[in-house]
């Protein structure tokens, strides 16, 4: 846990290096992002990022469970509709208990007006704790800027 924390903390400084015009920040609103996994309202933040790789840290919350999270995405096609990978490391706080979990997420992603995006694919959740893998469907809005 403490090594997870001390990883959040130091990505921000390479987000000093980095010097582009890319969207930077992304909130997103729906069922199951496919950067924050479980959550209803979530929240990142690109540290690395070119037009078809980004490296980013964030959270997200559902009213019982909230998430902290470290992952990679790679956009594998852009066209009208981009399709997209995600691999993430979560820490996972709730009711419960809090758990560790690797993510994998595949989908597309449909970009509606200036900075607001439709995505729409398959997350799946392996618990390492209890080595356990959930498969889910998203469907997020998402807002960049």
Not at 2 to 7: G, R, V
Request: aromatic share 12%.
């Amino acid at each position: 846990m403490n090594k997870f924390i001390i990883i959040l903390f130091l990505f921000p400084l390479l987000n000093l290096s980095q010097n582009n015009k890319l969207s930077k920040n992304y909130i997103s609103i729906g069922l199951f992002d496919h950067k924050t996994g479980f959550s209803a309202i979530g929240y990142t933040r690109s540290i690395i990022q070119n037009s078809h790789n980004e490296v980013f840290v964030g959270f997200g919350s559902m009213i019982a469970l909230d998430t902290f999270t470290i992952g990679y995405k790679k956009y594998l096609f852009k066209s009208i509709v981009d399709g997209y990978s995600v691999i993430s490391m979560q820490k996972i706080h709730g009711m419960p208990g809090s758990s560790n979990a690797a993510c994998l997420s595949i989908g597309i992603e449909k970009k509606i007006w200036k900075i607001l995006f439709i995505n729409i694919g398959v997350n799946v959740t392996n618990l390492i704790e209890d080595l356990e893998s959930l498969t889910f469907p998203s469907l997020t809005l998402n807002i960049r800027y």
